[in-house]
């Protein structure tokens, strides 16, 4: 498989400067939901580095600090909770995700974005489902964005240990569902996200 299939076709239509682009967080009952913008080298593939679904967390924390060594440059961003209730969860991920471009230093020219929906961006760039299994670019932001939202989760189990965030990371796990349930929702819980765990009550 070619890593750089997608980097190597803009490079060629004579784009300088590429960011991969994903987030992670659109199905958590907690949390804000996180972004990702990356720029690599030309020509750059960086060992062990895959789709963040598809690596362990030790993986995943291992290569968070060497994806930001050998990137040009790198972007993590979010959209808060409020956001998230404020424009749903597809509007908040794209505004995370604009963000996380925007945030970018070099600027890039082009951004690869994760999936079907392009966030609204000054850039060119195209959409590319499951580019996290497709693009070196991509699947090192899916892995900045993911280690960064863990990280943000495990400060949250700090805070609020009955709800077992640094376990479930958010998502709504029988033992997460259980402890809303039991003492309510927090702070960091999506309000619209919990309808439907009051409507089976």
């Given at each position: 498989m070619d890593w750089l299939e997608y980097e190597n076709k803009n490079i060629a239509r004579g784009f300088l400067s590429i960011c991969g682009v994903d987030e992670a967080?659109?199905?958590?009952?907690?949390?804000?939901?996180?972004?990702?913008?990356?720029?690599?080298?030309?020509?750059?593939?960086?060992?062990?580095?895959?789709?963040s679904k598809k690596l362990s967390e030790k993986k995943r924390e291992a290569l968070f600090d060497v994806i930001k060594e050998q990137a040009l440059a790198y972007s993590i961003a979010f959209a808060s909770v409020e956001e998230i209730e404020e424009m749903n969860i597809l509007n908040a991920a794209m505004l995370a995700m604009k963000r996380a471009v925007e945030g970018l230093e070099?600027?890039?020219?082009?951004?690869?974005?994760?999936?079907?929906?392009?966030?609204?961006l000054s850039i060119e760039g195209e959409c590319i489902v499951k580019g996290d299994a497709k693009s070196m670019s991509i699947a090192c932001a899916s892995i900045l964005a993911k280690v960064s939202r863990d990280r943000?989760?495990?400060?949250?189990?700090k805070e609020f240990p009955?709800?077992?965030?640094?376990?479930?990371?958010?998502?709504g796990t029988k033992a997460h569902i259980e402890a809303i349930l039991k003492y309510g929702p927090c702070k960091?819980?999506?309000p619209?996200?919990?309808?439907?765990?009051y409507n089976k009550k």
């Amino acid at each position: 498989m070619d890593w750089l299939e997608y980097e190597n076709k803009n490079i060629a239509r004579g784009f300088l400067s590429i960011c991969g682009v994903d987030e992670a967080g659109r199905g958590p009952l907690a949390g804000p939901v996180c972004a990702a913008a990356v720029i690599l080298p030309e020509n750059t593939v960086i060992e062990g580095v895959n789709d963040s679904k598809k690596l362990s967390e030790k993986k995943r924390e291992a290569l968070f600090d060497v994806i930001k060594e050998q990137a040009l440059a790198y972007s993590i961003a979010f959209a808060s909770v409020e956001e998230i209730e404020e424009m749903n969860i597809l509007n908040a991920a794209m505004l995370a995700m604009k963000r996380a471009v925007e945030g970018l230093e070099p600027r890039a020219d082009y951004a690869m974005i994760d999936g079907n929906r392009m966030p609204p961006l000054s850039i060119e760039g195209e959409c590319i489902v499951k580019g996290d299994a497709k693009s070196m670019s991509i699947a090192c932001a899916s892995i900045l964005a993911k280690v960064s939202r863990d990280r943000l989760l495990y400060e949250y189990d700090k805070e609020f240990p009955q709800y077992l965030f640094a376990k479930h990371k958010g998502y709504g796990t029988k033992a997460h569902i259980e402890a809303i349930l039991k003492y309510g929702p927090c702070k960091y819980h999506r309000p619209s996200f919990l309808k439907k765990i009051y409507n089976k009550k």
